[in-house]
């Protein structure tokens, strides 16, 4: 009874991280089936009404994208027909209106938010890796209380950091830049997070003391150790690292606006883009729709193949966004 | 001379301890650097900023100790008192806000899981279908939504067909319905975070919890109720207060069917997008940074409730 409590009061998040580690989930929960007199017909039932909520959830979430992308497709007279669901000459008209917009230039805001997403990505990757692996693994004096200060991130929340971020990236230290509507700003705050680097270290917690070790018996330095032995075993957790952090950037609009902002229409990432032409082309409902599946697409791609990640990834760092 | 022997091998583990520290030091300097100037200080920044009279050209002005805090509690526009929802507060729209989609995704989420996880056949498609809308941006999401259910959209073209005669209510456009239509894209919308949450914990449910009820006869139903739903009660606890959280930061959406100016009337203004427009709009950087220090302490109190029921685990020791 006294391991079932505990096993009960294990929030998400741990089962999460077993499950990275362990490559599947940790199904310990799923429904048995017995074999016990008048079992099936329940289970018969249980699977008729199992199906059927499905086919209606299913539906729910899966009609306004299939709309999206039918409309997307569509001349503008036929999108304001209401039931009309297949478009009469389904053409990209509506795409091309978005990418050779001069007021607008989405091809512009597609390389600025790649080169964002990539970059942040990738530096992300390298520095919670690093600090993951120090934490999990390196002693060294006051480990646990500089830990204890990245977890303290955590609780602070982007409302109250809006104005001091925005006043010190105005007048920076030491060097006076302004560097609100620059990208090195907004690199510059979104570099590292907290939940990401939790996640690494929690990952390197997991693996066996053993395989390092071995290494440093064969006069492995700290670093090679870390780049050669570690780095490799803790591939699905920097899949998710890495995954989170692009999706993160690629999705976020609230610090792109503060930084960013519409001042310079250069500037401007996919998602600050799709909002001022909503704001401005408000009733073009097939540009409107093309340019929502763009600024999906890129997001959708890498779900698609690295699902596993994503999921354990997100349950394990907590909402993001 | 095994007294030598001995005191060189101290020196050396001595440096090796002292090497292994500087590494260790040099794999955080980095992160910590970035964490201590844009996360840590900016927290002490923002309380200094909050005591000061501080405007966008002119800088800062003068310490006002706590005038600024006294102008919030006083400004009609954040709050007023008694409370009225549909009053155009910030403050209220959001609890407001908070108070319809907390529950609205909370189960829906658990719906979805549990569905999911009820040994059905294609599992993870369906688990990755109903994630789906949790993946796309605010902003492409939002504007599907101002999509479908503009006046002559496909929500109202259904209900046009089922009620028989023209429909054409502007779901956004109307001030009493703009801030329910974002309860109802977010709660479609975040359900899929809240699954992933639900499914992780009742995989930690035992099997034999289920054959047990299964052998006492129970019903799918009763089972749910009965079983499932009370052995949830942490992961009820911790999906409450991260939705509580995120519904308290409302600010994508509301930004972006008003295109910033939380209107039609005053119904779309959030408490963050009331700071925002104070801050970005107004150069009013005090008076911000006085809203900011509100929310965080709104929104601390709950997340140390978080923390408290389940920081242990959380930290990992």
């Known amino acids: 009874m006294a391991t079932r409590d505990r096993e009960e009061a294990a929030p998400p998040y741990v089962a999460a991280v077993e499950e990275l580690a362990a490559g599947e989930p940790v199904a310990v929960g799923a429904p048995a089936t017995l074999d016990i007199p008048g079992r099936a017909r329940t289970d018969r039932i249980g699977k008729v009404v199992a199906y059927a909520i499905l086919l209606a959830l299913a539906l729910l979430y899966f009609v306004p994208f299939f709309w999206t992308v039918m409309t997307s497709l569509k001349t503008e007279a036929e999108a304001l027909q209401g039931f009309k669901l297949f478009p ?234 | 001379m095994a007294v030598a022997a001995r005191s060189k091998r101290l020196e050396s583990v001595g440096g090796e301890r002292l090497r292994e520290a500087l590494v260790g030091y040099a794999f955080v300097l980095i992160p910590m650097a970035i964490f201590g100037m844009f996360f840590l200080y900016p927290m002490v920044y923002a309380f200094y900023v909050s005591a000061h009279d501080w405007g966008g050209l002119e800088g800062k002005l003068g310490y006002v100790g706590l005038d600024n805090f006294r102008d919030v509690w006083n400004d009609e526009q954040f709050w007023i008192w008694p409370p009225e929802f549909h009053s155009g507060t910030a403050l209220w729209n959001t609890f407001y806000y908070a108070l319809l989609v907390v529950p609205l995704q909370m189960a829906l989420g658990l719906t979805v899981a549990v569905v999911v996880n009820s040994g059905i056949r294609g599992r993870g498609f369906f688990r990755s279908a109903f994630y789906f809308p949790a993946l796309t941006s605010s902003a492409a999401i939002t504007a599907i939504a101002i999509y479908l259910l503009n006046a002559n959209g496909l929500l109202n073209a259904g209900i046009s067909k089922i009620v028989g005669r023209d ?108 700071l925002y427009r104070v801050t970005i709009s107004e150069f009013n950087y005090g008076y911000g940074a006085a809203i900011g220090v509100v929310l965080f302490l709104i929104i601390f109190t709950l997340t140390l409730i978080q923390r408290l029921l389940f920081g242990k685990a959380e930290i990992g020791y």
Request: with cysteine; proline share 5%; aromatic share 16%.
């Open chain 2, 167 to 274: 429909f054409t209510h502007p779901w956004f456009g109307d001030s009493s319905t703009a801030l329910e239509s974002i309860v109802a894209l977010n709660a479609w919308t975040t359900s899929g975070t809240m699954m992933l949450f639900y499914l992780a914990a009742l995989q930690s449910i035992p099997t034999d919890v289920y054959e047990a009820a299964a052998i006492d006869g129970a019903g799918i139903w009763r089972t749910f109720w009965k079983v499932t739903f009370p052995l949830l009660k942490p992961a009820h606890f911790f999906v409450a207060v991260v939705s509580i959280i995120g519904a308290l930061k409302l600010f994508d959406q509301a930004w972006i069917v008003s295109s910033g100016s939380g209107g039609p009337a005053g119904s779309t203004m959030t408490a963050v997008l009331y």
């Open chain 1, 88 to 321: 009469e000459n389904p053409s990209l008209h509506a795409y091309r209106e978005v990418l050779t917009r001069d007021d607008l230039p989405f091809p512009i805001f597609f390389r600025n938010s790649l080169f964002l997403a990539g970059t942040i990505t990738v530096v992300e990757v390298i520095f919670c890796s690093l600090g993951g692996y120090a934490f999990a693994r390196l002693r060294f004096p006051g480990r646990e209380v500089l830990f204890m200060l990245v977890l303290a991130t955590l609780m602070i929340p982007d409302q109250l950091r809006l104005v001091p971020v925005y006043l010190l990236l105005t007048d920076f230290p030491l060097t006076s830049w302004n560097l609100t509507q620059t990208f090195r700003g907004y690199i510059l705050i979104n570099v590292v997070t907290a939940a990401n680097l939790f996640l690494m270290r929690q990952y390197f917690l997991t693996i066996p003391k053993d395989y390092e070790e071995a290494a440093r018996l064969d006069g492995a330095g700290y670093f090679k150790t870390y780049w050669r032995v570690m780095l490799p075993l803790a591939t699905p957790a920097l899949a998710a690292v890495a995954i989170l952090s692009f999706q993160g950037i690629w999705n976020d609009f609230f610090w792109a606006l503060i930084i960013l902002g519409f001042g310079d229409s250069q500037k401007l990432t996919v998602q600050l883009g799709l909002a001022q032409f909503v704001t401005q082309y408000g009733g073009n409902w097939p540009a409107m729709m093309a340019a929502a599946t763009m600024a999906i697409l890129p997001v959708v791609i890498v779900y698609v193949f690295f699902q596993r990640y994503f999921v354990a990834g997100i349950t394990a760092a907590g909402v993001k966004g």
